[in-house]
């Protein structure tokens, strides 16, 4: 069994910073890939940032030049630091993993709330 569990969502002011981790545990013999996706009310769930075991990352145009993802493979944990958060982004933010043959896992959601 693999689980994934998020920490630090919140409630932050426009302009300001916060920092997402996710921690992969249990039964993983690979991770390909981690990332982050968000979910806003009444919208799709969409990538916000991934990034390979390579190091190579992706990440959503309305985000670049504003987050950072990245990642430790020895602990198979990824963060996502978001600066200069804007009210569009607030969101249920998802951590994904992309393990073992590429399977994908997901943890429970955690709330990023950005006022104005």
């Known amino acids: 069994q693999v689980q994934l569990v998020e920490s630090g969502g919140g409630l932050v002011q426009a302009g300001g910073s916060l920092r997402l981790s996710c921690a992969a545990s249990g039964s993983i013999f690979s991770v390909n890939a981690m990332g982050w996706y968000r979910q806003a009310p009444g919208k799709q769930r969409e990538l916000v940032a991934s990034?390979?075991?390579?190091?190579?990352?992706n990440y959503a145009d309305s985000v670049k030049g504003r987050f950072t993802i990245s990642r430790d493979n020895a602990k198979n944990t990824v963060t996502l630091q978001m600066n200069s958060l804007k009210p569009e982004d607030t969101a249920i933010y998802y951590c994904?993993?992309?393990?073992?043959?590429?399977?994908?896992?997901w943890g429970q959601g955690t709330q990023v709330t950005v006022s104005s």
């Open positions: 994904n993993g992309k393990l073992n043959g590429w399977r994908d896992y």
């Open positions: 990034i390979t075991n390579g190091g190579r990352t």
